[in-house]
């Protein structure tokens, strides 16, 4: 992780919200830290644990240069805004443990997000058979009235979106504090969407790229795995209220 002034347009700090995540968190730290390119555009990686109750595997699965805060469990939004107060680039990235993406794979997101004029921006995510998620990004408007498909009318590879999974989302540092950060009365689960929402009330663009695409392994924890198909109804019952 560098502390040179070069490209710090496109400089990113990552936050990592745990919680129980031993071997998962290992896994993402290794991805994320192989060296290339573009490695030096990562300045800070903040590590959130969220209450567990064993919280040590976290220095063992990290490397030095990461930042680590033992937090009680308020939630992932809160999690993430008590890690926010530690970085400092322009990006903020958000990503789950069970996430693998490297440096290049984020900067490819952040030059998207610059060719787009988006504040925000999400890769394509796939699962660990190679199929892409059918959560990684929608829009609630008539297909007539969409903008997520080229003139050709093939589905454009960069698509303005109205919700995005939280699994893994970059956003400008500045709209991150315009909108006040995730609302912290989500404990889990949607507050990605309540984020968004508001971003784009206030003019922001949010985009999905199917220009990138980043392993999500999903849900392996906690009994029963939460599908897709969930996640999916969960955001929009949130939507219509």
Same mark, same amino acid.
Request: aromatic residues 6%.
């Given at each position: 992780?560098?502390? !040179?002034? $070069?490209?710090?347009a496109?400089?990113?700090?990552?936050v990592?919200?745990?919680h129980?995540s031993? #071997?998962e968190? &290992?896994e993402?730290w290794s991805?994320?830290t =192989?060296? @290339?390119?573009? $490695?030096?555009?990562l300045r800070?990686v903040?590590v959130a644990d969220?209450?567990?109750? @064993?919280?040590?595997y976290?220095s063992?699965e +990290?490397?030095a240069?990461?930042t680590?805060?033992l937090?009680r469990?308020?939630?992932? #939004?809160?999690?993430i805004?008590?890690?926010a107060?530690h970085?400092q680039?322009n990006?903020?990235?958000?990503m789950?443990?069970?996430?693998r993406?490297?440096t /290049?794979? =984020?900067?490819g997101?952040?030059? !998207?997000a610059?060719?787009?004029?988006?504040?925000a +921006? &999400?890769?394509e995510l796939?699962? $660990?058979?190679?199929t892409?998620? !059918?959560?990684?990004?929608? $829009?609630?408007?008539p297909?007539?009235?969409?903008?997520?498909r080229d003139?050709? #009318?093939? +589905?454009?590879m960069?698509r303005?979106?109205?919700?995005m999974?939280? /699994?893994?989302i970059?956003?400008?540092?500045?709209?991150f504090?315009?909108?006040?950060?995730f609302?912290?009365?989500?404990f889990l689960y949607?507050e990605?969407?309540d984020l =968004?929402?508001r971003?784009?009330?206030s #003019?922001?663009?949010?985009?999905v790229t199917s220009r990138v695409?980043?392993l999500h392994?999903?849900?392996q924890?906690g009994g029963?795995a939460?599908?897709?198909?969930?996640?999916?109804?969960?955001?929009l019952?949130?939507r219509f209220?």
């Open positions: 992780m560098a502390t !040179t002034d $070069s490209s710090d496109e400089a990113f700090d990552v990592i919200v745990t129980d031993a #071997g968190l &290992g993402c991805a994320l =192989i060296d @290339d390119p573009d $490695s030096d555009l800070t903040v969220s209450g567990s109750p @064993d919280a040590s976290i063992r +990290v490397g240069g990461c680590i805060l937090l469990n308020y939630g992932y #939004g809160a999690a805004n008590a890690a107060k970085c680039a990006w903020l990235v958000f789950n443990p069970d996430v993406a490297t /290049a794979q =984020i900067h997101l952040l030059r !998207t610059g060719r787009n004029n988006a504040d +921006v &999400g890769p796939t699962r $660990s058979d190679g892409i998620r !059918t959560h990684s990004g929608h $829009s609630l408007q297909y007539w009235a969409r903008r997520s003139p050709d #009318g093939t +589905v454009a960069d303005e979106v109205e919700m999974p939280g /699994a893994l970059a956003v400008r540092r500045e709209c504090d315009r909108v006040g950060g609302d912290e009365r989500f949607c990605e969407d =968004i929402t971003m784009r009330t #003019g922001m663009k949010c985009i695409t980043v392994k999903g849900e924890g029963t939460v599908t897709d198909a969930w996640r999916l109804a969960r955001r019952e949130g209220r």
